[in-house]
């Protein structure tokens, strides 16, 4: 607009890549040369790999080794996922199998692909300079990289000009040029001044036009933690894709070149190979009592001492009104702003007593009430997201509504966020019980009028009681849980029929309590009725809830359902257990879960999992099933695999409101 000024936000463009063709060579370690991009560039008796930006192709020549072609297909999964985000498609090629797509990069299919590297050939050995500023003008030293006394002493004598760079002679405070004659590379260390940054760009540019170089050689920034792929292998051990070990811990990880050297570290060091299945030999953890769950609610309750709740509507948070408290909706986020009083610690009787020495009785007595610290406080923000609900809530609450909080109370603001499910228990018990979660979003109502189902469960203990609304299907009812029923009539969804329905073998306490929330939630237009399992209509109750189907008698799986998470994320391979009061979304994609209901431990297999983990987990399943055969005979579990998005019912039930996977957030 006219009078404006330019957009502040950063405008995201796609990655733009160069195409490149690669011959790959060497024995040991994968090298990669780069050659001019055109089809008389391959060889029968090289492995190449051309980059195409979301495009991987690796040709193997006739007279190419399959070793070869393994490792140009290990690095190409190492680009993939390291620079492509692992969106690039990577195709194998071997001669005479070539596809159109392949030869169109390529600018066309040679006349005949015949041997053009001489015999003898041996690649430019790199050279590291380091860009440094001199008195008054740019200095450009050599690194002299050489064999230390012990790789001497290791290595023989026709093996020392294969020496190659190592990671240790880049320092995070200098900026370096690494000329590989047809690459240049210019490494910039995190810590590494503006000036010679900018400098070094024109000291490579400068070292290109001195030498000959072929056309398609190429200069190349890399910024230390984000190096390309290309780039590391010219070092010595540096993110190798040929030792990858994920049983095995960060310290134990010693690269040291070589097959046979690293088959013998692992004899020599086998007694640090490292698996935590401590989780697995624990008891389960026992459900809280009422008693102590209602004391720890009115502890908890007693030191609040107010609650302001806002709702995001539209663009902006908008005060939440006192009677929605306590219910909430998959597609909106809620803030709750509480303010706790924090104890204040007096002082002793003796050190008052000592401070009041040489002073009247009346004036000590006065100066210690004048002394006596006023009450303290402490603000904690509670943001709430639904399971629906996109990251537009978090990023508007932290730029605006946050911002001003910290104004208001500035040191004594704690942010605390929660998904659906995943609250924390200081919050829930300031609804005490009563936390109602609705489907779709605040005052937006379906059209006609539908019926709605809500199931009241206690998971772990009363403190996490709550109440969520699930499909309207009979076949989720269960005799020893309390359901909330809404059957509105045809014309308006204001009016109709609300129903508590309450299993023979349900809780006394989550009778009543079913029944406080359906007071709560509808007003005095529907008309409410309290019904024990047996005893629905006919006319209205199975109608509906859709019809009557059979539905389970008891929950058993209640007292013995335990979930587990086998994963590779500490740098060794781990299980942990979830607490009591897990949820759907408790279920890690990239990693295995062990679900026990009692009769079955289901192993649930992610669909980013990798093999390693779920060989191992499979190992973890049978050590835990062996454990509980041992520890209570009557319940001989059965293993059972599962896979995201095929989970039979005995395996859903054990989660409250189970329904369709969370999609990533927009």
Same mark, same amino acid.
């Given at each position: ?491 308006? @969804? %204001?009016?109709?029929? /609300? +129903?508590? !329905? $309450? #299993? ?5 306490? =989550?009778? *009543? &309590? ?81 679900? @026990? %209901?009692?009769?079955? /431990? +289901?192993? !649930? $297999? #992610? ?5 390693? =983990?779920? *060989? &191992? ?50």
């Amino acid at each position: 607009i006219e009078g404006g000024t330019a957009s502040g936000f950063f405008t995201v463009e796609d990655t733009q890549y160069v195409t490149r063709l690669y011959r790959v060579y060497g024995k040991k370690n994968v090298k990669l040369e780069p050659v001019a991009l055109k089809g008389t560039s391959l060889d029968p008796r090289f492995v190449f790999l051309l980059d195409h930006g979301l495009d991987l192709f690796v040709w193997r020549g006739s007279r190419a080794t399959l070793s070869s072609t393994t490792k140009a297909r290990l690095f190409a999964e190492k680009i993939n996922k390291n620079e492509r985000k692992g969106k690039a498609e990577i195709t194998l090629l071997s001669q005479g199998q070539e596809t159109p797509e392949f030869w169109e990069v390529l600018g066309g299919q040679p006349e005949e692909i015949r041997p053009c590297v001489p015999d003898d050939f041996q690649p430019h050995k790199p050279k590291l300079y380091k860009v440094g500023l001199g008195l008054g003008y740019l200095e450009l030293p050599q690194i002299n990289y050489k064999l230390s006394v012990e790789h001497k002493k290791r290595l023989k004598a026709d093996l020392l000009p294969e020496m190659r760079l190592l990671q240790s002679l880049l320092d995070t405070k200098n900026v370096y040029i690494l000329d590989c004659w047809s690459d240049v590379f210019i490494w910039i260390g995190r810590k590494s001044s503006r000036l010679v940054r900018a400098a070094a760009l024109k000291l490579s540019q400068e070292l290109c036009g001195m030498l000959h170089r072929p056309k398609h050689a190429m200069v190349t920034r890399n910024l230390e933690g984000t190096e390309c792929q290309v780039f590391k292998s010219k070092f010595k051990n540096w993110d190798d894709v040929l030792h990858v070990d994920y049983t095995r811990n960060a310290e134990t990880v010693l690269q040291d070149g070589g097959l046979a050297g690293k088959v013998r570290k692992d004899a020599e060091k086998k007694d640090q190979m490292k698996a935590d299945l401590t989780a697995l030999f624990l008891p389960r953890q026992p459900p809280m009592p009422l008693s102590e769950a209602e004391q720890l609610m009115e502890e908890w309750n007693e030191d609040l001492d107010g609650m302001e709740g806002f709702v995001l509507e539209g663009k902006k948070f908008a005060r939440l009104p006192e009677e929605e408290f306590g219910h909430f909706h998959t597609h909106d986020c809620y803030v709750f702003l509480c303010r706790y009083w924090v104890p204040v610690e007096y002082e002793e009787e003796e050190e008052k007593k000592k401070k009041g020495d040489g002073k009247g009785d009346e004036e000590g007595e006065e100066e210690d009430e004048e002394k006596q610290p006023e009450e303290d406080f402490q603000c904690i923000v509670y943001f709430w997201q639904g399971r629906e609900a996109s990251n537009m809530g978090w990023l508007t609450f932290t730029f605006s509504l946050q911002k001003k909080f910290e104004s208001l109370f500035p040191g004594k603001l704690e942010v605390v966020r929660m998904t659906q499910q995943q609250e924390n228990p200081k919050f829930l018990s300031h609804f005490k019980r009563r936390f109602v979660i609705h489907r779709g979003k605040r005052k937006e109502k379906a059209s006609p009028p539908q019926p709605s189902l809500y199931h009241i469960r206690t998971n772990g203990g009363a403190l996490c009681t709550r109440c969520i609304q699930i499909n309207t299907d009979a076949g989720l009812l269960n005799s020893e849980f309390c359901f909330i029923l809404k059957v509105p009539f045809e014309s308006t @969804d %204001n009016q109709g029929i /609300v +129903y508590t !329905w $309450v #299993g023979r073998a349900a809780d006394p306490d =989550e009778a *009543k &309590l079913a029944e406080d929330i359906m007071n709560q939630m509808f007003d005095d237009s529907y008309s409410k009725q309290v019904i024990n399992e047996g005893e629905e209509p006919e006319n209205f109750f199975w109608v509906g809830i859709g019809s009557q189907k059979p539905y389970d008698e008891d929950a058993e799986y209640m007292k013995h359902s335990r979930l587990f998470r086998c994963s590779n994320e500490k740098g060794y391979f781990a299980v942990s257990e979830k607490c009591s009061d897990f949820c759907q979304d408790d279920l890690a994609d990239d990693d295995i879960m062990l679900l @026990d %209901n009692g009769q079955e /431990v +289901y192993m !649930w $297999v #992610g669909t980013q999992t990798s093999q390693v =983990e779920i *060989k &191992l987990s499979l190992k973890a399943c049978q050590v835990y099933i062996q454990h509980m055969r041992s520890k209570d005979p009557a319940r001989p579990r059965k293993l059972r695999l599962v896979r995201k998005g095929n989970e039979p019912w005995p395996f859903t039930r054990c989660f409250h409101a189970w329904s369709g996977f969370r999609k990533p957030p927009a």
